[in-house]
């Protein structure tokens, strides 16, 4: 899930889950907060997010004007809900989009971005995916929900592409040829195994938020590959206020590691049962979700914990151009922009970009998905060379998980209180994930 994405990806409040992941379908309200994210309000101060100590690698000042007709994108994830929520992704997609059209617009077009809140349930989200048809959107771009089932059936029928997003999570964003994952979402929970045993974790528990069960196969393949066992895995429900019993559950036994697919919002509760309990368990969790956020006012129970991501720390030089977008468009700064959710989004516009200024011709939903599917990304840094062109089941993939392109993983770490990079370099882990 994303963190604030995953990713749920905490695909933040991507929240990365998302990294992070995982998803409520809970918490129906009625629709009505769908509109352009031009046209909203944002805070006046400045985003948290490191924007003051990097200076951006581009110009305030436009490269060219944007003449041509605007480039019609959508961006869908859940902000008004009971469970987690991802303004962090709202917040990314406005900014990126300021961006650009401050640096000439894409291939001389405005970017014009909209943003539709999916609200964490299926009808809203489906509301979402038709409004954007009905707009004559090129993509849906840099979006997370649990609800993708709801979404991209409507995309496909109308040849719009779902694209970018960091934190798959529905059988329809892993196998449907109209979804374009950039993120790895559930691998980033192989990368969790493979950390745990590298540092001599004996007994292992798995945490999985319930509407992540996608990630436990995958787990589970690592886990057999490297010929140790997770003990169990723990379910835990997304909208509760006390995880005491299921934290009891997971921590019995002697568990000395939990692997936690957790996002943001459920962290923060499951952290304060957790450090109520007492336990000396080291916990890995995801990018965005276990992050500064959820682990305020938990400085002794998470030090230590490992971070496994699919993006590089926002700290380092790669994300400049971001940093300097969320401080010069003033975004939300009590999001955490250091996420699946928001690296993911940042990252899923500089690709959507990247391939439409490849075309020629029109540029059309048609066109794009034409055009995305034979695409190869190249983002240093940001992600690792991406070619659409080779889905997973075409190079021996497990089925189910067609749409993973991106099969690397990162970690930071837990130091008193603060979020720091533990590697700096991606680390392939296809064959765990495969179980070989």
Same mark, same amino acid.
């Given at each position: 899930?994303?963190?604030?994405?995953?990713?749920?990806?905490?695909?933040?409040?991507?929240?990365? *889950?998302?990294?992070?992941?995982?998803?409520?379908?809970?918490?129906?309200?009625?629709?009505?907060?769908?509109?352009?994210?031009?046209?909203?309000?944002?805070?006046?101060?400045?985003?948290?997010?490191?924007?003051?100590?990097?200076?951006?690698?581009?110009?305030?000042?436009?490269?060219?004007?944007?003449?041509?007709?605007?480039?019609?994108?959508?961006?869908?994830?859940?902000?008004?809900?009971?469970?987690?929520?991802? $303004? /962090?992704?709202?917040?990314?997609?406005?900014?990126?989009?300021?961006?650009?059209?401050?640096?000439?617009?894409?291939?001389?077009?405005?970017?014009?971005?909209?943003?539709?809140?999916?609200?964490?349930?299926?009808?809203?989200?489906?509301?979402?995916?038709?409004?954007?048809?009905?707009?004559?959107?090129?993509?849906?771009?840099?979006?997370?929900?649990?609800?993708?089932?709801?979404?991209?059936?409507?995309?496909?029928?109308?040849?719009?592409?779902?694209?970018? /997003?960091?934190?798959?999570?529905?059988?329809?964003?892993?196998?449907?040829?109209?979804?374009?994952?950039?993120?790895?979402?559930?691998?980033?929970?192989?990368?969790? &195994?493979?950390?745990?045993?590298?540092?001599?974790?004996?007994?292992?528990?798995? &945490?999985?938020?319930?509407?992540?069960?996608?990630?436990?196969?995958?787990?589970?393949?690592?886990? /057999?590959?490297?010929?140790?066992?997770?003990?169990? #895995?723990?379910?835990?429900?997304?909208?509760?206020?006390?995880?005491?019993?299921?934290?009891?559950?997971?921590?019995?036994?002697?568990?000395?590691?939990?692997?936690?697919?957790?996002?943001?919002?459920?962290?923060?509760?499951?952290?304060?049962?957790?450090?109520?309990?007492?336990?000396?368990?080291?916990? #890995?969790?995801?990018?965005?979700?276990?992050?500064?956020?959820?682990?305020?006012?938990?400085?002794?129970?998470?030090?230590?914990?490992?971070?496994?991501?699919?993006?590089?720390?926002?700290?380092?030089?790669?994300?400049?151009?971001?940093?300097?977008?969320?401080?010069?468009?003033?975004?939300?700064?009590?999001?955490?922009?250091?996420?699946?959710?928001?690296?993911?989004?940042?990252?899923?516009?500089?690709?959507? $970009?990247?391939?439409?200024?490849?075309?020629?011709?029109?540029?059309?939903?048609?066109?794009?998905?034409?055009?995305?599917?034979?695409?190869?990304?190249?983002?240093?840094?940001?992600?690792?060379?991406?070619?659409?062109?080779?889905?997973?089941?075409?190079?021996?993939?497990?089925?189910?998980?067609?749409?993973?392109?991106?099969?690397? &993983?990162? *970690?930071?770490?837990?130091?008193?209180? $603060?979020?720091?990079?533990?590697?700096?370099?991606?680390?392939?882990?296809?064959?765990?994930?495969?179980?070989?």
């Amino acid at each position: 899930m994303p963190s604030q994405e995953s990713s749920w990806a905490r695909v933040r409040r991507p929240r990365s *889950f998302l990294v992070v992941v995982a998803a409520c379908l809970l918490g129906a309200f009625a629709l009505s907060a769908c509109g352009s994210s031009n046209s909203s309000s944002s805070s006046s101060s400045t985003a948290n997010a490191g924007a003051s100590t990097s200076s951006s690698t581009g110009s305030s000042t436009p490269a060219s004007t944007a003449t041509g007709s605007p480039i019609v994108t959508y961006t869908f994830t859940d902000v008004n809900t009971q469970g987690p929520q991802y $303004k /962090n992704i709202e917040e990314t997609a406005r900014v990126s989009a300021d961006w650009i059209n401050a640096h000439g617009g894409i291939a001389g077009h405005k970017l014009d971005e909209h943003f539709c809140d999916a609200q964490g349930t299926p009808t809203a989200a489906a509301a979402c995916a038709r409004q954007a048809v009905a707009a004559h959107a090129v993509a849906v771009v840099g979006s997370f929900t649990f609800t993708g089932d709801a979404i991209v059936p409507i995309l496909a029928a109308a040849h719009v592409a779902y694209f970018g /997003n960091c934190c798959g999570l529905s059988a329809s964003e892993f196998t449907s040829t109209d979804s374009f994952l950039l993120g790895n979402q559930p691998l980033y929970a192989v990368g969790m &195994v493979q950390r745990a045993v590298q540092d001599g974790c004996k007994h292992m528990v798995g &945490v999985i938020i319930q509407g992540a069960e996608s990630f436990e196969p995958l787990m589970t393949n690592a886990a /057999n590959a490297l010929h140790v066992k997770i003990a169990k #895995y723990v379910s835990l429900p997304a909208t509760a206020k006390d995880y005491s019993a299921q934290v009891a559950e997971a921590t019995g036994g002697g568990a000395d590691c939990l692997l936690m697919v957790v996002s943001e919002t459920p962290y923060i509760a499951w952290n304060n049962a957790f450090a109520q309990s007492g336990s000396t368990a080291r916990m #890995y969790g995801p990018q965005g979700n276990l992050d500064s956020v959820s682990i305020k006012g938990f400085t002794q129970a998470t030090n230590g914990d490992i971070i496994a991501g699919m993006y590089p720390d926002i700290s380092l030089p790669q994300w400049a151009d971001y940093r300097a977008a969320l401080k010069q468009y003033n975004a939300d700064p009590a999001q955490d922009y250091n996420s699946l959710g928001g690296l993911g989004t940042w990252t899923a516009y500089q690709a959507f $970009k990247q391939i439409v200024e490849s075309m020629k011709g029109p540029i059309t939903a048609a066109t794009f998905q034409k055009a995305a599917s034979t695409a190869k990304i190249n983002l240093p840094g940001m992600i690792p060379p991406i070619n659409f062109a080779k889905p997973w089941n075409k190079t021996g993939g497990p089925k189910g998980y067609d749409r993973i392109f991106n099969h690397s &993983v990162v *970690f930071s770490k837990v130091e008193n209180g $603060k979020i720091v990079p533990l590697t700096n370099s991606f680390e392939d882990v296809t064959a765990l994930a495969e179980g070989k």
